[in-house]
Protein backbone atom coordinates (compact mmCIF):
# COMPACT_ATOMS: atom_id res chain seq x y z
CA UNK A 1 0.00 0.00 0.00
CA UNK A 2 3.13 1.88 0.23
CA UNK A 3 3.95 2.12 -3.03
CA UNK A 4 4.52 4.12 -5.93
CA UNK A 5 4.16 2.91 -9.48
CA UNK A 6 5.47 5.31 -12.34
CA UNK A 7 5.29 4.71 -16.07
CA UNK A 8 6.89 5.13 -18.87
CA UNK A 9 9.72 4.04 -17.67
CA UNK A 10 11.37 6.42 -20.28
CA UNK A 11 10.60 8.54 -22.87
CA UNK A 12 11.74 9.83 -26.16
CA UNK A 13 10.23 13.16 -26.72
CA UNK A 14 10.45 15.77 -29.78
CA UNK A 15 11.82 18.96 -28.90
CA UNK A 16 8.28 21.05 -29.01
CA UNK A 17 6.32 18.47 -28.04
CA UNK A 18 4.14 17.30 -24.85
CA UNK A 19 5.91 14.41 -22.21
CA UNK A 20 3.12 13.00 -20.35
CA UNK A 21 4.40 10.90 -16.87
CA UNK A 22 1.90 8.55 -15.02
CA UNK A 23 1.94 7.55 -11.29
CA UNK A 24 -0.51 5.73 -9.34
CA UNK A 25 -0.92 5.17 -6.06
CA UNK A 26 -2.99 2.58 -3.36
CA UNK A 27 -2.54 4.68 -0.20
CA UNK A 28 -5.72 7.37 0.46
CA UNK A 29 -3.75 8.70 3.84
CA UNK A 30 -1.45 10.45 1.06
CA UNK A 31 -1.59 14.36 1.39
CA UNK A 32 1.12 15.53 -0.63
CA UNK A 33 2.06 14.42 -4.09
CA UNK A 34 5.47 16.42 -5.57
CA UNK A 35 7.35 15.67 -8.82
CA UNK A 36 11.45 15.52 -8.52
CA UNK A 37 13.48 16.27 -11.25
CA UNK A 38 17.53 14.77 -11.32
CA UNK A 39 19.58 15.66 -14.16
CA UNK A 40 22.97 13.18 -13.77
CA UNK A 41 25.49 13.60 -11.58
CA UNK A 42 23.08 15.87 -9.21
CA UNK A 43 20.42 15.36 -6.44
CA UNK A 44 16.58 15.31 -6.91
CA UNK A 45 14.89 19.19 -7.07
CA UNK A 46 11.51 19.81 -6.51
CA UNK A 47 9.80 20.10 -9.72
CA UNK A 48 6.08 20.82 -8.61
CA UNK A 49 3.72 20.14 -5.65
CA UNK A 50 0.16 19.37 -5.50
CA UNK A 51 -2.36 18.50 -2.55
CA UNK A 52 -5.21 15.96 -3.18
CA UNK A 53 -7.36 18.96 -2.97
CA UNK A 54 -6.25 20.47 -6.02
CA UNK A 55 -7.19 18.65 -9.14
CA UNK A 56 -4.64 20.77 -11.15
CA UNK A 57 -1.81 22.67 -10.73
CA UNK A 58 0.17 24.73 -13.59
CA UNK A 59 3.69 26.40 -12.97
CA UNK A 60 4.80 27.41 -16.49
CA UNK A 61 5.11 24.83 -18.78
CA UNK A 62 4.55 21.89 -16.00
CA UNK A 63 1.02 20.64 -14.89
CA UNK A 64 0.22 18.20 -12.58
CA UNK A 65 -3.17 16.36 -12.94
CA UNK A 66 -4.61 14.51 -10.40
CA UNK A 67 -6.90 12.37 -10.15
CA UNK A 68 -8.13 11.53 -6.80
CA UNK A 69 -10.82 8.91 -7.27
CA UNK A 70 -8.63 7.08 -9.45
CA UNK A 71 -5.60 7.69 -7.46
CA UNK A 72 -3.58 9.14 -10.26
CA UNK A 73 -1.77 11.84 -10.78
CA UNK A 74 0.32 12.84 -13.89
CA UNK A 75 3.22 15.38 -15.12
CA UNK A 76 2.70 16.48 -18.45
CA UNK A 77 5.66 18.83 -19.65
CA UNK A 78 4.62 20.78 -22.53
CA UNK A 79 7.08 22.44 -25.22
CA UNK A 80 9.48 20.08 -23.92
CA UNK A 81 12.80 21.33 -24.59
CA UNK A 82 16.22 19.41 -24.70
CA UNK A 83 17.30 20.93 -21.42
CA UNK A 84 14.40 19.22 -19.85
CA UNK A 85 16.08 15.84 -20.31
CA UNK A 86 16.68 14.32 -16.54
CA UNK A 87 14.94 12.07 -14.75
CA UNK A 88 11.70 12.43 -13.15
CA UNK A 89 9.98 10.62 -9.96
CA UNK A 90 6.68 11.37 -8.52
CA UNK A 91 6.66 11.05 -5.08
CA UNK A 92 3.64 10.68 -2.31
CA UNK A 93 4.10 11.42 1.55
CA UNK A 94 1.84 11.17 4.58
CA UNK A 95 1.21 13.70 7.41
CA UNK A 96 1.64 16.29 4.94
CA UNK A 97 5.35 16.09 3.90
CA UNK A 98 6.86 13.35 6.07
CA UNK A 99 7.72 9.57 5.06
CA UNK A 100 7.85 10.07 1.35
CA UNK A 101 7.89 6.88 -1.03
CA UNK A 102 9.26 7.70 -4.57
CA UNK A 103 8.16 6.18 -8.02
CA UNK A 104 11.13 4.36 -10.00
CA UNK A 105 11.64 6.79 -12.18
CA UNK A 106 11.18 8.21 -15.74
CA UNK A 107 14.31 8.70 -18.10
CA UNK A 108 13.15 11.60 -20.58
CA UNK A 109 15.23 12.49 -23.21
CA UNK A 110 14.34 14.99 -25.17
CA UNK A 111 15.43 15.50 -29.14
CA UNK A 112 16.45 18.78 -30.18
CA UNK B 1 22.41 24.42 -5.00
CA UNK B 2 20.32 22.94 -2.67
CA UNK B 3 22.01 23.58 0.47
CA UNK B 4 22.87 20.24 1.33
CA UNK B 5 26.29 19.24 1.61
CA UNK B 6 27.07 15.38 1.85
CA UNK B 7 30.91 13.97 2.11
CA UNK B 8 32.83 12.10 0.53
CA UNK B 9 31.08 13.11 -2.85
CA UNK B 10 33.34 9.72 -4.57
CA UNK B 11 34.71 6.68 -2.59
CA UNK B 12 35.62 3.26 -3.64
CA UNK B 13 36.29 0.47 -1.17
CA UNK B 14 36.72 -3.27 -1.07
CA UNK B 15 34.14 -5.80 0.35
CA UNK B 16 34.31 -6.62 4.04
CA UNK B 17 35.00 -2.99 4.74
CA UNK B 18 33.28 0.20 6.35
CA UNK B 19 32.65 3.45 5.38
CA UNK B 20 30.88 6.16 6.91
CA UNK B 21 29.29 9.03 4.80
CA UNK B 22 28.39 12.31 6.28
CA UNK B 23 25.64 14.87 5.56
CA UNK B 24 25.29 18.38 6.53
CA UNK B 25 21.79 19.47 6.30
CA UNK B 26 20.21 22.72 5.42
CA UNK B 27 20.81 25.58 7.73
CA UNK B 28 17.83 25.34 10.03
CA UNK B 29 16.34 21.91 8.69
CA UNK B 30 15.47 19.47 11.84
CA UNK B 31 14.69 15.78 9.30
CA UNK B 32 17.46 14.40 7.84
CA UNK B 33 16.54 11.74 5.13
CA UNK B 34 18.46 8.99 4.23
CA UNK B 35 18.27 7.40 0.29
CA UNK B 36 19.68 4.37 -1.56
CA UNK B 37 20.13 4.61 -5.63
CA UNK B 38 21.15 1.41 -7.44
CA UNK B 39 22.11 1.75 -11.14
CA UNK B 40 19.04 2.55 -13.12
CA UNK B 41 16.74 2.18 -9.78
CA UNK B 42 14.71 4.62 -7.89
CA UNK B 43 15.46 6.37 -4.77
CA UNK B 44 14.65 4.01 -1.62
CA UNK B 45 14.02 5.08 1.88
CA UNK B 46 16.74 3.87 4.02
CA UNK B 47 16.16 6.32 7.18
CA UNK B 48 14.53 9.59 8.76
CA UNK B 49 15.86 11.39 11.78
CA UNK B 50 14.40 14.57 13.10
CA UNK B 51 16.43 17.00 15.78
CA UNK B 52 18.54 13.55 16.73
CA UNK B 53 15.72 11.28 17.25
CA UNK B 54 15.08 8.60 14.89
CA UNK B 55 11.60 9.12 13.27
CA UNK B 56 11.17 6.47 10.41
CA UNK B 57 12.60 3.45 9.11
CA UNK B 58 12.66 1.84 5.67
CA UNK B 59 15.06 -0.51 3.78
CA UNK B 60 18.00 -0.25 5.62
CA UNK B 61 19.72 -3.48 6.33
CA UNK B 62 21.36 -4.59 9.59
CA UNK B 63 24.43 -3.73 8.65
CA UNK B 64 23.59 -0.02 7.56
CA UNK B 65 23.74 2.33 10.94
CA UNK B 66 22.78 6.07 11.01
CA UNK B 67 22.50 8.91 13.56
CA UNK B 68 21.95 12.32 13.92
CA UNK B 69 24.11 14.63 15.71
CA UNK B 70 23.44 17.72 18.03
CA UNK B 71 24.51 20.25 15.57
CA UNK B 72 22.20 18.56 13.06
CA UNK B 73 24.41 16.70 10.53
CA UNK B 74 24.40 13.27 10.57
CA UNK B 75 26.08 10.10 9.26
CA UNK B 76 25.83 6.83 7.65
CA UNK B 77 27.67 4.46 8.36
CA UNK B 78 28.14 0.84 5.71
CA UNK B 79 29.41 -2.29 7.43
CA UNK B 80 30.75 -5.57 6.22
CA UNK B 81 30.25 -4.01 2.63
CA UNK B 82 28.80 -6.37 -0.49
CA UNK B 83 29.60 -5.66 -3.99
CA UNK B 84 25.67 -5.14 -4.14
CA UNK B 85 26.13 -1.88 -1.90
CA UNK B 86 27.64 -0.29 -4.26
CA UNK B 87 25.57 2.93 -5.00
CA UNK B 88 24.78 6.26 -5.05
CA UNK B 89 23.58 7.16 -1.11
CA UNK B 90 21.84 10.94 -0.99
CA UNK B 91 20.67 12.98 1.92
CA UNK B 92 17.76 14.91 2.12
CA UNK B 93 17.04 17.48 4.61
CA UNK B 94 13.47 19.46 5.20
CA UNK B 95 11.94 21.81 7.15
CA UNK B 96 8.17 21.81 8.33
CA UNK B 97 7.67 25.42 7.37
CA UNK B 98 7.79 27.55 5.43
CA UNK B 99 7.78 25.01 2.23
CA UNK B 100 5.93 21.99 4.08
CA UNK B 101 6.83 18.84 2.92
CA UNK B 102 10.02 19.65 0.68
CA UNK B 103 13.11 17.32 0.49
CA UNK B 104 16.40 18.98 -0.63
CA UNK B 105 18.48 16.95 -1.50
CA UNK B 106 22.44 16.71 -1.42
CA UNK B 107 24.22 15.68 -4.85
CA UNK B 108 25.11 12.42 -3.21
CA UNK B 109 28.17 10.27 -2.67
CA UNK B 110 29.13 7.52 -5.00
CA UNK B 111 30.38 4.25 -3.11
CA UNK B 112 31.97 2.02 -5.06
CA UNK B 113 32.40 -2.07 -3.61
CA UNK B 114 34.97 -3.55 -5.20
Known amino acids: QQQVKQSPQSLIVQKGGISIINCAYENTAFDYFPWYQQFPGKGPALLIAIRPDVSEKKEGRFTISFNKSAKQFSLHIMDSQPGDSATYFCAASLNYGQNFVFGPGTRLSVLP | DSGVTQTPKHLITATGQRVTLRCSPR?????VYWYQQSLDQGLQFLIQ???????AKGNILERFSAQQFPDLHSELNLSSLELGDSALYFCASSSRAPMLGELFFGEGSRLTVL
Open chain 2, 49 to 55: YYNGEER
Open chain 2, 27 to 31: SGDLS
